[in-house]
């Protein structure tokens, strides 16, 4: 690229776009904006933005989050210190029974699972994972010649 | 004057720069109108701060420049991607930059002035070409800085700014011969 060639064009681009005004915006943007904050203001203050939460609000979740989050670290700690452990699993036992079945089925289903898996083979796998893989290529790929056309058309 | 009242004086001061930003990057008007109002409710959240700010219309400039930027980024990519394969990349640019047949042109140069003979030949060229020069020349961004935007290479943002120039150029001289030539 020739230097002055491109410092030629540069001045004569910019000669162009000096002094270019600015576009009209929409005539509707500025009710659309206030239609839309109108609506925002209208739903309950737990649907909106935290900032605009009652002050009351705020820091009740506050202390709770801090809570939960004492809770979790005392949690933690005594479960590492193992002081409790025994007593607690004993006590969660008896809670999660009712559980216990249901995650014995689930576990049977997922071993069953391997064992198929295992069965199959690996290349058998890839070829799956190959197979998706080609599907989504094709999904994006006619999705994006269908955009393009519709663009075209305009 | 309500709070309401004040921020729609606000918006009225601004919607041009802000729709022109945005316009002149997405180069799509439905596109540009809903980024400038995703502006707008944004500054609204930060009226409080922003209403005395003297640096106020630098702050809606940019956010509407990043937002068209993260929306050309988030819808584009991906059939850009394809559309430049189907294509072969820089090319597409010269094929979609030919403008509309001359008796069709006619009547647009007839109610169009040289300004908007120069919006429209951006916006018709390829994003890939518009994107960096709209930020070089209008929004006043250094090469460097439009790479790092862009999150290309500095060669290629050169490459591109040039090549938009020059189809710019030619298209520009194209078109006001043409109004001469009629006037």
Redesign the interface.
């Known amino acids: 690229m020739n230097h002055d060639y491109e410092k030629q064009l540069e001045a004569e681009i910019e000669r162009h776009f000096r002094d270019l005004p600015e576009l009209p915006a929409p005539a509707c943007l500025v009710s659309q904006v206030m239609m839309e904050l109108d609506r925002r203001a209208a739903l309950p203050w737990y649907r909106q933005s935290w900032e605009r939460w009652p002050m009351a609000a705020r820091l009740s979740l506050v202390l709770v989050l801090a809570a939960i989050f004492g809770a979790v670290c005392y949690g933690s700690w005594e479960l590492i210190h193992g002081r409790t452990f025994a007593a607690l699993s004993q006590q969660m036992t008896g809670w999660f029974s009712p559980v216990t079945a249901l995650w014995n089925a689930v576990s049977a289903l997922v071993n069953a699972l391997g064992l198929v898996i295992k069965k199959l083979g690996t290349g058998f796998i890839v070829g799956s994972l190959a197979a998706l893989a080609l599907g989504y290529g094709m999904c994006v790929g006619l999705g994006t010649v269908y955009i393009r056309l519709g663009m075209a058309r305009r | 004057m309500t709070d ?1 009242e004040q ?2 004086a606000f ?2 001061n601004y ?6 930003t945005a ?2 990057l997405v180069a799509n ?1 439905a596109e540009a ?1 809903d980024i ?2 995703e502006v ?2 944004k500054a ?2 930060r009226f409080g701060e922003l209403k005395d700010s003297v640096t106020v219309g630098g702050w809606l400039r940019t956010v509407a420049r990043n937002m068209s930027l993260n929306h050309l980024t988030r819808y584009r990519s ?2 850009s ?3 430049e394969m ?1 294509t072969g990349g820089g090319e597409e640019g010269e094929r979609e930059l030919e403008f509309a047949a001359p008796e069709d042109m006619e009547a647009d140069i007839e109610r169009a002035d040289q ?1 908007e003979l ?2 429209r030949a951006l916006q018709k060229l390829p994003p890939a070409q518009r994107v960096p ?1 709209v930020l070089y ?2 929004e006043g961004l250094r090469y460097e800085e439009i790479a790092a935007k862009l999150n290309v290479s500095l060669g290629k943002v050169k490459t591109d700014i ?1 090549r938009g ?2 189809a ?2 030619k298209k ?1 001289r194209s078109q006001l011969g043409e109004e001469v030539r009629t006037v």
């Open positions: 309401a921020f729609e918006m009225r919607q041009n720069m802000v729709f022109s316009m002149r008007e109108q400038a109002q707008f409710l609204y959240e991906r059939w991607f394809f559309s189907f300004h120069v919006e020069l020349h209008l040039f120039r020059e710019l150029r520009l």
